[in-house]
């Protein structure tokens, strides 16, 4: 009898040692597929953060120009400004100008028109004098 629960035992034994290796097998498999995908994963990680950091960098670089366009931009307004307030004033002293020339050209007219001609002996200074040119 201790011979048949001794073959028993053995025969125990050896079907859990058979199931232990087993499972350990299965163990080892799931490790190793664990252990790849989380390879798998820190590499895709990785590129993750280096495509995220070369966007960052190309916000940053893009910012910078358009902080530099916006200046320009407004750099160009403020010129096209003062170049039409002066175009401005240069048209307002132009049509002072022509008006008062016009002014002048009309009261010539009128002093042509309204002096009498020069006397035989009169001169030209005598005659501007006597007319308050």
């Known amino acids: 009898m201790k011979l048949a629960i001794a073959a028993i035992s053995a025969a125990l ?19 190793a597929r664990a252990q790849s995908d989380l390879a798998t994963a820190k590499t895709a990680q990785t590129a993750a953060e280096q495509k995220a950091t070369g966007l960052e960098q190309q916000v940053a670089t893009l910012n910078t120009e358009l902080t530099q366009v916006q200046g320009q931009a407004t750099d160009a ?57």
Not at 103 to 120: L, M, N, R, S
């Open 13 to 31: 034994l050896a079907g859990c040692s058979q199931q232990a290796t087993a499972d350990l097998a299965v163990c080892k498999s799931d490790l």
């Open 77 to 133: 307004v403020k010129a096209a400004e003062e170049k039409a307030a002066h175009a401005k004033a240069g048209a307002k002293k132009a049509t002072k100008e022509a008006a008062l020339q016009k002014a002048e050209a009309e009261a010539q007219q009128k002093a042509d028109i309204k002096a009498p001609p020069p006397t035989k002996n009169e001169t030209t200074q005598q005659r501007g004098k006597r007319l308050g040119l």
